[in-house]
Every structure is written in C-alpha cells, then in structure tokens.
T-cell receptor
Framework: GAVVSQHPSWVICKSGTSVKIECRSL??????MFWYRQFPKQSLMLMAT?????????EQGVEKDKFLINHASLTLSTLTVTSAHPEDSSFYIC????????????FGPGTRLTVL | AQSVTQLDSHVSVSEGTPVLLRCNYS??????LFWYVQHPNKGLQLLLK??????LVKGINGFEAEFKKSETSFHLTKPSAHMSDAAEYFC?????????????FGSGTRLQVQP
C-alpha cells in the first residue's frame, strides 16, 4: 500500500516551453501533497504544499507563477513548470500524506527535467 | 522552527560490519522523526518513523533508530551491512503540532558498503 506514482519519469524540453508533471496516490486518498526539487548530490528542498481543493502554499523564494500547482482531487496533483529555462533542470519529487500515514509522507519516484 | 543535522556526509563500512548514521534534530514542538533511503535515480523509501511511542524504532531491512530526547538525536543503526544498503540516507523531522507543516530534510549521508 501507499504507492505514489509520477509521470513522466523524465522529460527533455526546449527553453521557453511548459512542462506538466503528474503525481498520483494510487491506493489511498492524499489530503496533502508536497512538491520538492533536488539538485545533484543535494537534499530535497520543499517547493510547495497543496491541499485538495485549495490553493497551494509556496515556500519562500519559489515563484508561484512559474511553478503552477493544481490539486484537483484527492489522488492527483500536478506541477507545471511554465516557460522553463535551463536553470529549472532538476529532479522534481512529489509526496503524499493521507490515510493512516500520520505525518509520514510517501514519495513518488521523481521526474528528471532537462531544459535545453 | 525545526532543523536536522546529519553529522556525516559520507560513511563507508565493510560488508557484514555495523552501520551507524548520525542525526541530531532541533524542534520547537514534539517532533516526529523519520529515516528515508534513496537509491540512485530512485524515489525515497521510508525506513522507519518515530511518533512518540517506543523510543527504539525498528524499520525495514534490519534498520533501527533510537530517539534520545536528552541528546536530541535519532541515530540510525544496522548490525550488519549488506551491499544493497549502499544508498543515500536522509534524516527527517516534522513538528507534530504545526498542522500542515511538511518534512524538513537533513543534508543526507551517503553510505558506501565495501565488499
């Protein structure tokens, strides 16, 4: 149980295009989903927290107009990187909390974004 | 505010020897503490969690951790390392009384296991 999937697992795009990443909780209802980014050989940095049906809460320094988050249902959250640039290249990881997980989060496998 | 310090960025052990990955935390409230493992190019897997029950927590794959409030530590141990344990390990804290607050990650410890 407690499986979280992400799609796509990797994506390469041209500078200036937008990329959408999906995060799904497959076997539980996720009341809260989180989006992180991880640079090579570094730890995870929280970008934003989203609760189903409400606006996401962004961490300081994260541009909400650039990283659009939608949490339309209890099993799906999407992160859209708008007008991507090479510096947005990173490993994006989502996690979900809900059901009987308490404060533990279950993580997706991550999406590697490369912007050319 | 909450924070986590992983005292070693790299730990190298021989297969079959004990593993100790050190973690100290700071939390304004009663913390929940976790250890996650990340294998190369993979997502994170929860190894174990402490949420105010028993201070010695047993996790998957033979790992365990002990919550020591007086030392503000939550070190991860395993009696005998296996080659498959080689990965990045993250100590994580969450303030249980702050509602939606997400997890705060340590900087990670890379565990190498020598044959």
């Amino acid at each position: 149980g407690a499986v979280v999937s992400q799609h796509p697992s990797w994506v390469i795009c041209k500078s200036g295009t937008s990329v959408k990443i999906e995060c799904r909780s497959l076997d539980f209802q996720a009341t809260t989903m989180f989006w992180y980014r991880q640079f090579p050989k570094q730890s995870l940095m929280l970008m934003a927290t989203s609760n189903e049906g409400s606006k996401a809460t962004y961490e300081q320094g994260v541009e909400k107009d650039k990283f659009l988050i939608n949490h339309a249902s209890l099993t799906l959250s999407t992160l859209t990187v708008t007008s991507a640039h090479p510096e947005d290249s990173s490993f994006y990881i989502c996690s979900a909390r809900g059901g009987t997980s308490g404060r533990a989060e279950f993580f997706g496998p991550g999406t590697r974004l490369t912007v050319l | 505010a909450q924070s986590v310090t992983q005292l070693d960025s790299h730990v190298s052990v021989s297969e079959g020897t004990p593993v100790l990955l050190r973690c100290n935390y700071s939390s304004s409230y009663s913390p929940s503490l976790f250890w996650y493992v990340q294998h190369p190019n993979k997502g994170l897997q929860l190894l174990l969690k402490y949420t105010s029950a028993a201070t010695l927590v047993k996790g998957i794959n033979g790992f365990e951790a002990e919550f020591k409030k007086s030392e503000t530590s939550f070190h991860l141990t395993k009696p005998s390392a296996h080659m498959s344990d080689a990965a990045e390990y993250f100590c994580v804290v969450s303030d249980r009384d702050t509602g939606r607050r997400a997890l705060t990650f340590g900087s990670g410890t890379r565990l190498q296991v020598q044959p």
